[in-house]
């Protein structure tokens, strides 16, 4: 499912928020009033263009600053300014092999005007105050009328309050008490302000359940399985749980590997101030000696299944099943999944098993048959159940090294742990980013094969770069020399410090988050319905525009 959104919003998001520097925007917009002086080729022409598109531009401007908008920062205005006369040049262009250029100007003037409507309402959202500030500017619009360019400023007034009715239906409540337009605006306000208005709806959508954090401390190494999903995206909800619990135990000496468990944006935390709650107890239990219990590692083992495969580590106390998916890759498999998995496990009298989503392949194609993935997880349980459990010996090595940039990879940190038990070493890479692209897995892992008897690679799959970065939804984790170096040198390290002493020991915390749950999915469609709605009535705006200038040059 997020695949499909992710592929829907991508075609928009560059051209919402990539934005050139200031000074090239005002070079282009110099380059922009150039070409309409040569096409109008009147002083008086050109001087009424540049003052109506200036006027409007400062009045966002202004506006902006008095409702505390994303609009109050210049460069924003300016991408407004330039934007505008572009798409008007070629409308104006077209005209004037048609008719007057007094006409020509009209219709693109038109077209500017019913941009700035969707712009002041979109980025200023739709409430009372933005409502009246808009009402001001269309009032004075049509007392200018009565002083001079009376055509002109006619068909103006006339198109700003056709923009103000053709939003009328954006204003419908949607969700709760927003409707899409402010739904836009708080993103948007979030997105270029860093505003957090954002997470009082998501917190709003979002119902208490209770989440199972299990903890495995191997030494110096921290590995958990938080039972929450990392997003939606930034730093609003949980997106950030990876970068502040990892941050907390590297300054006390430990090694985190932050696994992805099953579920999707439906076990997103819905505010940061929850999330920090969590991870400050998840540290509480770290640090305590009478929440923690000693525990035995089992003896590693891997199944295939198909194109599935999967990395078992067993604990006396918890049991943890990596998931990969050869060739096609996973993304964000179902909490019923691991619901079934804890059921089926206690019914077999064995420790609790929780499952991983690796998120070391992206996804290729939507359609998984999650009847193999239940199969799946009936098999780690009957192999568990038949396999030899205790080992005579085994030792625990781990390291962790920093790269410099290479590309996908957050914080520029990977990490590993090594599992020696009767003579097999099991390697599982940690990489913190938003998964990985096709093929990496496989070149890792066969790298690895000189050093390990059984290799993984795995991704905390987390969402502090989505939706952040310019012109692209995310970036996965990508080959590069340096992340393959960086690997081979902290597997070899891990190998040269293994422990044959290491203790280990399990803790476990329960709370109650808000999560939020099936909302989030609602939000989404509903978002997805509107959006086309919305387009479809701006287009139909700016075509009305044209069309009323037109009909303002027959009838006047």
């Not at 970036?475 to 960086?486: C, F, H, T």
């Amino acid at each position: 499912m997020e695949l499909k959104y992710a592929q829907e919003v991508k075609k928009y998001y560059r051209y919402l928020f990539s934005l050139p520097q200031s000074a090239i925007i005002v070079l282009l917009i110099l380059v922009m009033y150039s070409l309409y002086a040569l096409i109008f080729n009147s002083v008086n022409l050109i001087i009424l263009w540049f003052v109506v598109t200036f006027c409007f531009t400062l009045i966002l401007y202004l506006c902006g600053i008095v409702l505390n908008s994303p609009l109050h920062k210049l460069r924003r205005v300016l991408g407004f300014n330039l934007a505008g006369n572009m798409i008007a040049l070629p409308i104006v262009l077209v005209l004037t092999f048609f008719s007057a250029k007094e006409y020509a100007l009209m219709a693109g003037l038109s077209v500017f005007t019913s941009l700035f409507a969707i712009v002041f309402i979109g980025l200023n959202g739709f409430y009372k105050k933005t409502l009246l500030v808009y009402l001001i500017i269309a009032s004075s619009t049509l007392l200018a009328y009565f002083m001079t360019y009376r055509l002109l400023l006619l068909n103006i007034s006339i198109i700003l309050v056709l923009g103000l009715l053709i939003m009328i239906p954006l204003t419908k409540k949607i969700i709760g008490q927003y409707s899409a337009v402010n739904l836009a605006n708080l993103y948007f306000k979030y997105k270029l302000d860093g505003v957090r208005d954002l997470e009082s709806l998501f917190y709003n959508l979002s119902h208490p359940h209770e989440v199972n954090a299990h903890i495995v401390i191997a030494d110096k190494v921290v590995l958990l399985h938080p039972d929450i999903h990392f997003g939606p995206f930034g730093d609003i909800g949980s997106s950030n749980f990876p970068e502040i619990l990892e941050e907390k135990l590297l300054e006390k000496g430990l090694i985190p590997i932050i696994f992805h468990g099953m579920g999707s944006h439906d076990r997103d935390i819905a505010s940061y101030e929850y999330t920090v709650k969590y991870v400050d107890k998840i540290l509480s239990v770290i640090g305590s000696n009478q929440d923690l219990q000693e525990c035995i590692l089992e003896k590693p083992f891997q199944i295939k299944h198909g194109l599935w495969e999967v990395l078992v580590i067993p604990f006396s106390c918890i049991v943890f099943a990596i998931i990969s998916r050869n060739e096609k890759g996973i993304d964000d498999l179902p909490y019923s999944l691991q619901e079934y998995a804890f059921m089926k496990s206690i019914s077999n009298k064995m420790p609790p098993l929780a499952l991983i989503d690796a998120h070391n392949h992206e996804l290729k194609e939507n359609s998984i048959n999650f009847n193999e993935v239940y199969t799946l997880v009936d098999k780690i349980i009957k192999e568990y159940k038949e396999k030899p459990h205790s080992i005579s010996d085994y030792g625990i090595g781990y390291s962790t090294t920093t790269l410099s940039n290479a590309e996908g990879v957050l914080r520029n940190r990977i990490s590993s742990i090594v599992f020696e038990s009767d003579g097999e070493r099991v390697c599982l890479i940690y990489i913190p980013g938003n998964n990985m692209e096709p093929s990496l897995r496989s070149r890792i892992i066969d790298k690895m094969r000189k050093y390990c008897d059984i290799a993984e690679v795995i991704t905390n799959d987390e969402h502090t770069e989505t939706g952040v970065l310019p012109g692209e939804i995310y970036r996965p984790v990508s080959y590069s020399d340096e992340l393959i170096e960086g690997i081979e040198r902290v597997v070899k390290e891990s190998i040269n410090n293994v422990n044959k002493n290491a203790k280990i020991y399990y803790g476990q915390v329960t709370m109650k988050l808000p999560l939020l749950r099936n909302n989030i999915w609602k939000l989404t469609e509903i978002l997805e319905e509107y959006f086309k709605k919305t387009i479809a009535l701006e287009v139909s705006y700016i075509l009305s525009s044209i069309i009323i200038s037109i009909l303002f040059t027959i009838i006047v």
